[in-house]
């Protein structure tokens, strides 16, 4: 607002009627009291801009701070005084001494026209008074009261000389304030550069202004007609802020124990979420593995059996040859087994086709000895064979006596029937 248009008047109020910095800084203490649960450190600090330099209020002789900007602190006033306060009352005496130290002048609209932009800062930090799982977190809020020297028209305020150079730095920061709130009012894209560091206002307040920030502006006109031009100023830069959207979060500060003690939190709750997410297709590996298992019992037990009769067969063979090969040392007219060396004569013991008698073997199969050299047929048998009696004689020794039939020595007696025919 305009000068003598009542901002300072807003900010500080009357010892009857107490404005927004007294009644803001007992609503604080009220809260932190409710709030059992927290233990709040709460610091104060006043500063004011003053033809574009910045004084410390609550330091008497302090001029020109600079400056600074850190990753940790962000932009800063160096070597600004901070007091620690515990109650409402320790703040505003510290106002009282800083109002003292601000600068006024008279000029023809104010006989207290303030000359200055002051900023009374309240850092308040608090963490939880017992451990929580949340870890030992800090929270860091500021609050700036912030109270602008008027706009003015220099005719109308009559400044010259001091009045007069103040006048300007004040008209110039106010018209960089302007400027950066409706750089902030345009469409995200279309921003560009944010001027804020044309003025020391802009530059202290950045993100106040357009940061993690929820600000509030209190802008004050004069009713009298012969001020519309500035009190229509006044509304236009009161309507641009109105479209300035900022994203307010909570800030917190985390100890080296706090911090280790959320990451660890984080760490289970991976580990947890890792554990529940595997575990069905670890389930279905083991499954799959049990079952492939199984089968290879089957298919080894299998095998084991197929094994076992083998060696049985082979067992039984082996002790029949032995056998025989007894039996034929007893009797030189018998066939003898060296004469079957040949392993495919040696093979028609395994054949189905065989006739098998306790102490005898197959001699011959018809398919592997075609002309039946196998089996001379003794010479006191004549040309006909009595199939017991061929056993008898050859003691056991039997052979494929189908295949007898079809030797050329062989001769077939004539059946009885075509005897009598
Ligand atoms: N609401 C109000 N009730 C009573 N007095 C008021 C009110 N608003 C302003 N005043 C008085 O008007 C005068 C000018 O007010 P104030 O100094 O607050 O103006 P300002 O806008 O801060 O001016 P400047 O920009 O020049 O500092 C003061 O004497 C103040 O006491």
């Known amino acids: 607002g305009q000068t003598s248009s009542g901002k300072t008047f807003t900010m500080n109020g009357s010892g009857a009627d107490p404005g927004i910095i007294p009644l803001a800084v007992r609503d604080i203490f009220d809260t932190a009291a409710e709030a059992a649960d927290r233990v709040f450190l709460i610091r104060v600090s006043y500063m004011e801009i003053y033809n574009e330099e910045i004084n410390d209020l609550l330091t008497l002789g302090s001029e020109k701070l600079p400056i600074h900007e850190s990753l940790e602190r ?13 109650n409402a009352e320790q703040v505003l005496q510290l106002l009282e001494l800083g109002e003292a130290n601000r600068h006024f002048g008279e000029t023809n609209m104010n006989v207290r026209s303030s000359r200055s932009h002051t900023i009374f800062r309240m850092v308040i930090e608090s963490s939880a008074k017992h451990q ?42 106010l018209m960089i304030l302007g400027n950066v709130i409706n750089k902030l009012s345009e469409n995200g894209k279309q ?20 940061g993690n920030a929820k600000t509030s502006i209190i802008c004050t006109a004069a009713p009298e007609e012969i001020h519309i031009e500035e009190t229509r100023g006044t509304l236009q830069f009161a ?51 049990r079952n492939d298992m199984h089968k290879s019992e089957l298919e080894r037990d299998r095998l084991a059996m197929e094994l ?31 004469q079957f060396a040949d392993s495919s004569q040696l093979d028609v013991l395994k054949t189905p086709d065989s006739k098998r008698t306790p102490d005898g073997f ?12 196998f089996c001379p047929i003794p010479e006191n048998l004549g040309s006909v064979a009595d199939e017991d009696l061929w056993m008898q004689l050859n003691k056991g020794c039997i052979t494929d006596l189908d295949m007898l ?17």
């Not at 197959?362 to 050299?373: F, G, T």
Request: aromatic share 2%; proline share 3%; net charge neutral.
């Open 308 to 338: 076992e009769e083998e060696r049985r067969l082979r067992e039984t063979l082996e002790h029949r040859l032995a056998k025989q090969k007894m039996s034929q040392n007893h009797n030189n007219t018998d066939i003898s087994v060296e």
């Open 132 to 173: 929580t799982n949340s870890g030992d977190a800090i929270r860091v809020s500021i609050l700036n009261l912030v109270d602008l020297a008027g706009s003015e028209r220099i005719p109308k305020t009559g400044a010259d000389g001091v009045r007069l150079k103040e006048g300007k730095h004040i008209n110039k920061s």
């Open 405 to 421: 039939e079809m030797t050329s020595d062989f001769k077939c007696p004539p059946s009885p029937e075509d005897t009598t025919a």
């Open 74 to 86: 962000g932009v800063y006033v160096s070597g600004l005084r901070e007091e620690i306060v515990n």
């Open 239 to 289: 309507s641009r802020a109105k479209c300035v959207s900022n994203c307010a979060q909570v800030n917190e500060i985390l100890t080296d124990a706090a911090l280790l003690k959320r990451q660890k939190l984080e760490i289970e709750e991976l580990r947890k979420k890792l554990q529940g997410s595997h575990s069905e297709d670890l389930e279905q590996l083991i499954l799959k593995q």
């Open 362 to 373: 197959v001699a011959s199969r018809s398919h592997y000895l075609k002309d039946a050299e």
């Open 191 to 210: 921003r560009g550069h944010i001027p804020y560091r044309d003025s020391k206002l802009t530059r202290i307040l950045q993100s106040a202004l357009g």
